[in-house]
């Protein structure tokens, strides 16, 4: 082998072993970029989703003891303003009349809840019907007894002998109570005179005292024009007998159900919690929205008499209602045990009601739902407010 040949070839390997090398440390040299850094892929658009639909709305009605007017605005305000639908109820509000006995519609399933007195819910319950009252709206009586100052009656004694008009069917009680108590039989120491549920005949003089609501009958007499003068008549012109004053007085419009239903039914239950609970926060909104109220009694249909008198009725119902020491709508015990009384010791119930006749769990439940929320229960700085009297009511 040709030896300088082979030296010539191992030189020329190292040279390049070396330059080789070089280019390896040579941190100025451009290297080979690095592969980018992978990414990661794009989250999907999230699929869009439909909010969720409402729960169906739960019907309820409601049956009335008379015929719409403010008596009952704080009924019409919670399914007019929505407070039935905040807490699931599509609520029917059934007109009253003179023939209606609300405790015999709830009976018979025609209607799920009532307004009644509370002797007239009781009288039926006795006689069979299974009813109870779950909530006390009215806290105080507005039945009066009303006659001219020139009849000298000031007092239930001064009735005796006189033409006194009543309207029957359960709203003579506190009337036949108050006889009684000073010694006068309703049957014969007075002659009693079947009454419309108007003041016509006490002011055209064909009876001595006529049977009044405050808030009702009593306006008409004021709306009137007085023959003799030319105006209208003047409260100064009117004696009345007040049945609180007397003793004699007893409970009025309350919520009744099914007795028998809500022991059974625990869906009933809670929607009487729920219908209550919306009731009363309607009288509370009737309480400090008196005006708007109003309005919403007038467009109810067909409304009883012109927005005068219905901001009158307003008024004075709202002073039946507030203040509420216990809270609204939760039975007073001594103005129930009055009540019982008072029903019992003029045979208009035979015998004290058992236990079963009212209820405040459910009242209580409502009451404490809405003091949660913010609301005023017992409306403690209450006062009337002076309302224009005007002719007819309009």
Same mark, same amino acid.
């Given at each position: 082998?040709?030896? !300088? ?30 592969? $980018? ?20 709305? %739960? ?12 008596? #009952?605005?704080? #009924? ?12 699931? =109820? ?7 009349? %003179? ?13 799920? @809840? ?21 909530? /006390? ?10 006659? +001219? ?6 007092? !239930? ?11 029957? #069917?359960?709203?003579? +009680?506190?009337? @036949?109570?108050? &006889? ?9 120491? %007075?002659? =009693? ?39 209208? #008549? /003047? !409260?100064?012109? &009117?004696? %009345? ?20 239903? &809500? ?40 409304? @009883?008499?012109?927005?005068?008198? /219905? ?11 507030? !203040? ?10 001594? =103005? ?21 006749? +009212?209820?405040?769990?459910? $009242?209580?439940? $409502? ?14 700085? @209450? ?12």
């Amino acid at each position: 082998m040709n030896t !300088p040949k082979i030296w010539r070839l191992l030189a020329l390997l190292l040279a390049f072993v070396v330059v080789a090398a070089s280019c390896g440390n040579d941190d100025d040299d451009v290297s080979e970029p690095a592969p $980018a850094p992978a990414t990661e892929a794009p989250a999907p658009e999230p699929e869009p989703t439909e909010a969720p639909a409402p729960a169906e709305l %739960v019907e309820v009605s409601l049956q009335l003891q008379w015929v719409p007017q403010s008596q #009952f605005a704080g #009924f019409f305000a919670a399914r007019d303003l929505g407070f039935y639908e905040d807490v699931g =109820l599509d609520v029917t509000i059934i007109d009253g009349g %003179v023939d209606i006995v609300p405790a015999t519609v709830l009976d018979s399933g025609a209607a799920d @809840f009532a307004v009644s007195w509370v002797p007239r819910g009781l009288v039926p319950r006795e006689e069979g019907l299974n009813i109870t009252n779950i909530a /006390q709206v009215f806290q105080r009586s507005g039945t009066l007894q009303v006659s +001219f100052v020139d009849s000298g009656i000031t007092s !239930p004694s001064d009735l005796e002998g006189k033409l006194v008009g009543n309207w029957g #069917f359960g709203n003579e +009680f506190e009337l @036949f109570a108050g &006889l009684v108590s000073v010694g006068l039989d309703p049957q014969s120491d %007075v002659t =009693l005179v079947q009454q419309d549920f108007n003041m016509t005949a006490l002011i055209n003089g064909d009876i001595d005292a006529a049977q009044a609501m405050i808030y009702n009958e009593y306006a008409q007499v004021l709306e009137t024009i007085n023959p003799d003068t030319g105006e209208l #008549f /003047q !409260p100064e012109d &009117l004696s %009345v007998i007040d049945w609180n004053d007397v003793g004699t007085a007893m409970l009025q419009d309350a919520i009744w159900a099914d007795a028998d239903k &809500l022991e059974t039914d625990a869906e009933y239950r809670d929607i009487a919690v729920r219908f209550v609970e919306a009731s009363l926060r309607g009288w509370i909104h009737c309480r400090d929205n008196f005006d708007e109220c109003v309005d919403i009694v007038v467009g109810a249909s067909p409304p @009883f008499g012109g927005p005068a008198h /219905q901001a009158w009725m307003m008024n004075e119902i709202n002073a039946l209602i507030w !203040p509420s020491p216990g809270g609204v709508g939760i039975m007073d015990q001594a =103005l129930y045990d009055q009540t019982i009384d008072v029903a019992t010791s003029q045979g208009i119930l035979q015998a004290a009601p058992d236990a079963g006749a +009212f209820r405040r769990d459910i $009242a209580e439940e $409502a009451v404490a739902n809405l003091e949660a929320a913010g609301h005023d229960v017992y409306g403690n700085d @209450f006062a009337r407010r002076t309302v224009e009297v005007k002719e007819g009511g309009n």
